[in-house]
């Protein structure tokens, strides 16, 4: 029989969970690990540098040494191994941004009770996302891409692609560009279009400019709900689209993936999918219960659901890609039937 303390011990853990999550929100967003990035510091010169009260700041910077973010000597603070690989703006698997991203999704997760008694996605959210506008959207954009970078040379060397002859890519709602040109310089005769609503593409065009990909990589301005999505591609991604649709705007979108395809043409899908129970695996029914909280009627499929929808839009027996485990994901893959 488990111990009752075992339990005790578990609720206290995910009851308090939130407050790692705040010391390593909050020093990001008051820039603790970009100073320390430059070398270490007091408190006293962390404190004037971001604009703090020194005696709070300390405090914060000693949660964020017990958590592992940071490294103290005597009464000097540098970045630990953690932060200097992921949180330190230069580094290659930088994840400042999505941190700081992670706070906006912070306050949208405390009106949960107010969806789950609704059903729907809460005003508040609705009207915080609308008062950021652009901003918002790069910001957003910006934070994916701070994961895409790390994953998309995985994405592109797990997909059987042929590199004996050119190959014409569309990324549906591929924001940031990330996976597009991850495939590019995996494939050299590949070139790739990112189709997205004007302010995504915006910023996608910018991304896609700094990494110099774009004579590769093109960006498309469209709305997949309202237009098509050209014809004649032979690989067509959809990352994190599916989600935010409702299930006849699924079918809708999977039928239009489809028309853009040539016969025999690759269909590739990344998101999370929910086992037939619905509680798992992993972290899936917590991105269903975000999704509630972000959109107005999106939500995940099972793996089944999502096999129906593709034979019933005109593709072959889908089939699962395994990424790297590091990843947590998995991919999606069915050909355009004849």
């Known amino acids: 029989m488990t111990d009752p303390h075992q339990h005790w011990n578990r609720t206290l853990e995910m009851l308090r ?7 390593l929100i909050t020093a990001a967003q008051m820039g603790v690990f970009a100073r320390l990035a430059g070398g270490e510091q007091t408190a006293t010169e962390l404190a004037e540098g971001v604009g703090a009260d020194p005696a709070a700041l300390r405090r914060l910077l000693d949660a964020a040494v017990a958590l592992g973010l940071l490294q103290k000597e005597e009464d000097r603070y540098r970045n630990s191994a953690l932060a200097s690989a992921c949180l330190a703006p230069w580094s290659d698997y930088y994840l400042g941004r999505l941190v700081q991203r992670e706070g906006a999704f912070y306050r949208r997760w405390s009106n949960l009770p107010e ?3 609704s059903g729907q996605r809460p005003l508040e959210n ?4 609308a008062a950021g506008g652009s901003d918002w959207v790069r910001e957003f954009e910006l934070a994916l891409y701070d994961l895409a970078r790390v994953t998309g040379p995985a994405v592109a060397e797990a ?3 042929p590199e004996d002859r050119p190959l014409r890519a569309l990324d549906v709602g591929g924001g940031h560009g990330g996976y597009s040109m991850a495939l590019a310089r995996r494939y050299p005769q590949l070139s790739a279009t990112v189709y997205e609503l004007p302010a995504a593409a915006e910023v996608a065009r910018d991304i896609i400019a700094a990494e110099g990909m774009s004579g590769r990589v093109a960006v498309q301005v469209g709305d997949f709900q309202k237009e098509e999505l050209g014809r004649d591609y032979d690989l067509l991604l959809l990352f994190g689209v599916l989600v935010s649709e409702t299930d006849a ?3 809708a979108l999977l039928r239009k993936c489809r028309a853009a395809l040539k016969p ?3 269909l590739v899908i990344r998101n999370f999918c929910l086992d037939e129970t619905r509680t798992g695996p992993g972290e899936a029914p917590l991105f269903s219960l975000h999704m509630l909280l972000s959109t107005d009627a999106g939500d995940l499929a099972t793996e089944q659901q999502l096999r129906h929808w593709l034979l019933e839009s005109g593709f072959s027996e889908p089939r699962t890609v395994e990424l790297p485990a590091w990843t947590s994901s998995s ?3 069915a050909t355009r039937a004849a």
């Open 264 to 266: 025999g043409g690759l």
């Open 126 to 129: 609705v009207q915080d996302e």
């Open 331 to 333: 991919l999606y893959l």
């Open 249 to 251: 705007g699924k079918v």
């Open 17 to 23: 969970a939130y407050r790692e999550s705040q010391v």
């Open 159 to 161: 997909l059987p692609l």
């Open 115 to 117: 969806a789950v008694r």
